[in-house]
């Protein structure tokens, strides 16, 4: 369009005879002039223009007040001229709320996964924190090398057969936001979620192997033969007393075993194997199969089994959330042990179950969001604290 013909579109703006279609360009103009142009005004500018024009108008009104149809026509226009101002006033105000609140998002602390990170206590009391220490050889006792790997785990080897000593007792801890693996002396591989505690020998011997766990944690159990090539058996022992006191007897297998104190049972997981699990308040016992969940009670002295998607139990070890039709407490301990947050529920209980599944490598942020696309549970992030609401 050329200049001529752009000035006689106006002149018929003004005048008020121009069609739907031209009335619709001219004010497309004045909206993509004002907010091109206004975009970085702040509003006590904008304000400033818009009082100018009122007062243009006052002063048409006053000066040429005989010509009525003339003067309609250009308050009109400067009405419209007011319109399109306090669009960009309206999306200048938009745009700082937005700037605002994605700042909020941006400022609000971003809660980390956890990781590596462990203590180890030797049989003389001595503290080492894996967390801390360089790769390499990091104690040696009674004939024994403990190595920290690169990769995060903790290796035993008999440096002296003829000085190791089977009465020493080492405990390794993991904390909240921690998780570490360790290979025991007897080659048996050992995987600690956070918050849990193993205690072990340092060097088992040819009768039996017996470690302590709290917590959570997977094994897999290396087959050892006693003198006379029967194989030695390697038990389990969970000491968490109102009525769940359990032992878990496996001969060569891969299983986990779930024993917090601030869960409801112990739950231990077949993956492959057999295993025993034991009572120990009620003497009673139950053979597991590959595939199978044992659940043992403080309300109950029996042991319950059934049938479980036995990957899901160590989705953990795998570097995930796997939740199946959990409650929200549960998951919530979950998040809270790994994440090393505090938890507090506010209002109504959420009688709703969850499933999901997400990587635990994840920013508690993203966890709390996935969750929250249910629209049955909502949170908000104070500090380390965790608020849980319906």
Same mark, same amino acid.
């Given at each position: 369009?050329?200049?001529?013909?752009?000035?006689?579109?106006?002149?018929?703006?003004?005048?008020?005879?121009?069609?739907?279609?031209?009335?619709?360009?001219?004010?497309?103009?004045? $909206?993509?002039?004002?907010?091109?142009?206004?975009?970085?005004?702040?509003?006590?500018?904008?304000?400033?223009?818009?009082?100018?024009?009122?007062?243009?108008?006052?002063?048409?009104?006053?000066?040429?007040?005989?010509?009525?149809?003339?003067?309609?026509?250009?308050?009109?226009?400067?009405?419209?001229?007011?319109?399109?101002?306090?669009?960009?006033?309206?999306?200048?105000?938009?745009?700082?709320?937005?700037?605002?609140?994605?700042?909020?998002?941006?400022?609000?602390?971003?809660?980390?996964?956890?990781?590596?990170?462990?203590?180890?206590?030797?049989? #003389?009391?001595?503290?080492?924190?894996?967390?801390?220490?360089?790769?390499?050889?990091?104690?040696?006792?009674?004939?024994?090398?403990?190595?920290?790997?690169?990769?995060?785990? $903790?290796?035993?080897?008999?440096?002296?057969?003829?000085?190791?000593?089977?009465?020493?007792?080492?405990?390794?801890?993991?904390?909240?936001?921690?998780?570490?693996?360790?290979?025991?002396?007897?080659?048996?591989?050992?995987?600690?979620?956070?918050?849990?505690? $193993?205690?072990?020998?340092?060097?088992?011997?040819?009768?039996?192997?017996?470690?302590?766990?709290?917590?959570?944690?997977?094994?897999?159990?290396?087959?050892?033969?006693?003198?006379?090539?029967?194989?030695?058996?390697?038990?389990?022992?969970?000491?968490?007393?109102?009525?769940?006191?359990?032992?878990?007897?496996?001969?060569?297998?891969?299983?986990?075993?779930?024993?917090?104190?601030?869960?409801? #049972?112990?739950?231990?997981?077949?993956?492959?194997?057999?295993?025993?699990?034991?009572?120990?308040?009620?003497?009673?016992?139950?053979?597991?199969?590959?595939?199978?969940?044992?659940?043992?009670?403080?309300?109950?002295?029996?042991?319950?089994?059934?049938?479980?998607?036995?990957?899901?139990?160590?989705?953990?070890?795998?570097?995930?959330?796997?939740?199946?039709?959990?409650?929200?407490?549960?998951?919530?301990?979950?998040?809270?042990?790994?994440?090393?947050?505090?938890?507090?529920?506010?209002?109504?209980?959420?009688?709703? +179950?969850?499933?999901?599944?997400?990587?635990?490598?994840?920013?508690?942020?993203?966890?709390?969001?996935?969750?929250?696309? +249910? #629209?049955?549970?909502?949170?908000?992030?104070?500090?380390?604290?965790?608020?849980?609401?319906?």
């Amino acid at each position: 369009m050329s200049k001529e013909e752009v000035e006689k579109l106006l002149k018929k703006y003004s005048v008020g005879l121009c069609t739907k279609e031209e009335k619709a360009l001219i004010e497309s103009w004045h $909206l993509n002039e004002l907010s091109g142009k206004h975009a970085d005004l702040n509003h006590s500018e904008l304000a400033d223009a818009r009082n100018q024009m009122w007062a243009a108008i006052q002063e048409e009104t006053q000066i040429k007040s005989r010509h009525s149809k003339t003067l309609w026509l250009k308050v009109a226009a400067a009405a419209v001229v007011l319109f399109f101002i306090g669009v960009v006033v309206n999306w200048e105000v938009q745009k700082n709320t937005e700037t605002k609140q994605a700042l909020n998002k941006t400022e609000q602390k971003i809660i980390k996964p956890g990781g590596n990170k462990a203590t180890l206590t030797l049989a #003389d009391g001595s503290k080492i924190s894996l967390t801390d220490a360089s790769n390499g050889v990091i104690a040696s006792q009674a004939g024994i090398n403990i190595t920290k790997t690169k990769n995060g785990e $903790l290796i035993y080897t008999v440096a002296s057969t003829l000085s190791a000593k089977k009465d020493l007792y080492n405990t390794i801890e993991t904390p909240r936001g921690g998780q570490y693996q360790i290979n025991l002396p007897d080659g048996t591989k050992v995987w600690l979620n956070a918050e849990s505690s $193993l205690r072990y020998p340092a060097a088992f011997d040819q009768t039996k192997r017996l470690v302590e766990l709290k917590g959570e944690a997977y094994f897999e159990v290396a087959k050892r033969l006693d003198k006379n090539s029967k194989r030695i058996p390697f038990t389990v022992k969970t000491e968490l007393a109102s009525g769940r006191n359990q032992e878990v007897e496996v001969l060569g297998t891969h299983f986990n075993i779930n024993a917090y104190n601030n869960e409801p #049972d112990n739950k231990t997981t077949l993956l492959e194997g057999s295993v025993k699990i034991k009572n120990l308040q009620s003497t009673r016992s139950a053979l597991l199969k590959p595939g199978q969940q044992s659940l043992i009670s403080p309300s109950s002295p029996s042991i319950m089994v059934s049938a479980v998607d036995a990957e899901e139990a160590i989705a953990w070890k795998d570097g995930f959330f796997s939740f199946n039709e959990e409650n929200i407490e549960t998951i919530m301990n979950k998040i809270a042990r790994w994440y090393n947050v505090e938890i507090d529920y506010r209002g109504k209980k959420i009688n709703k +179950t969850f499933g999901g599944r997400i990587s635990r490598f994840n920013s508690v942020n993203e966890v709390l969001d996935m969750l929250q696309t +249910t #629209d049955a549970v909502h949170f908000k992030i104070d500090g380390r604290r965790i608020l849980v609401m319906p």
